[in-house]
């Protein structure tokens, strides 16, 4: 077991060279409007997690709202969908860190040790090794906070409330991010994309626990957000809804892409 899980997909989703991948985050960063200062910080975000000259701009729209807390999240509880294997419950990774080219991020050891005596948990390097869902946050991250250590979970078939336990458990304080990995609709006509895609941030800002996975790929990470939402009194703001026919592609066959914030009780609600 290699104790460092390499990029995957550097050079395909995103830049695979350290000073090119610096500036085009940076560059998608500087296109991202900024929260007025009375703003707090979001406690959990869902983004999208396609290559970034598709769904990086939606990305970093809620990446910058991190930006205050640079120094105060030193946590990030990361959940994404599996694309490649199949798992069941959610699954850790083998490896003790992640690499990408802007530097190699640790795990949080002593949160692991906590999820591994949880029945849904699992560990499946299988699951982690071609995952792009996951990996394709770690720059920006990387970008907006300083110094954090990480807790990545790929999803596979578990239900909300399994996945609720488990951000119930890390919930922590200011120092712990929720970041929930899902692209939207998949290749629908652009207006048909735009429709469902609408349907579905409505369902989401609703903090419904249903919600398909036609409408969102990473349906199960997100209902279970929902659930643990509602039980700790979030308050979710719809921050970018946009589809790859706004960014790079064509508008023949979209993929839609949703940035959402989550908010503690006196934040800014929808």
């Known amino acids: 077991m290699n104790p460092i899980r390499p990029a995957a997909v550097a050079g395909t989703f995103y830049p695979g060279a350290a000073a090119e991948l610096a500036r085009a985050v940076a560059q998608l960063m500087a296109g991202a ?60 990774p083998a490896a003790e860190a992640f690499e990408t080219p802007l530097g190699v991020v640790g795990l949080d050891r002593a949160a692991i040790a906590v999820l591994r005596k949880m029945p849904q948990i699992a560990v499946s390097e299988a699951a982690h090794a071609w995952e792009h869902s996951l990996e394709v946050h770690l720059p920006f991250l990387q970008t907006v906070l300083d110094q954090f250590t990480l807790v990545p979970l790929a999803v596979g078939k578990a239900s909300a409330e399994e996945v609720a336990q488990v951000l119930d458990a890390l919930w922590g304080g200011p120092e712990t991010l929720i970041v929930v990995s899902s692209d939207l609709s998949h290749y629908l006509a652009y207006r048909d994309a735009q429709k469902t895609d609408r349907a579905t941030a409505e369902a989401i800002l609703a903090l419904s626990a249903d919600i398909s996975h036609e409408q969102a790929c990473g349906a199960t990470p997100v209902t279970g957000l929902a659930l643990a939402a509602r039980e700790h009194g979030l308050r979710p703001q719809l921050v970018d809804l946009r589809n790859s026919g706004d960014t790079a592609g064509d508008k023949a066959q979209v993929v839609g892409y949703g940035a959402f914030a989550f908010y503690e009780d006196g934040g800014h609600a929808h």
């Open 33 to 92: 409007q900024r929260a007025p200062s009375t703003q707090p910080v979001p406690k959990a975000i869902i983004a999208p997690h396609a290559g970034y000259i598709y769904s990086g701009p939606i990305a970093a729209s809620v990446y910058a709202l991190l930006e205050p807390a640079r120094k105060v999240i030193t946590r990030v509880v990361l959940l994404g969908p599996t694309h490649r294997i199949a798992v069941r419950g959610l699954a850790l």
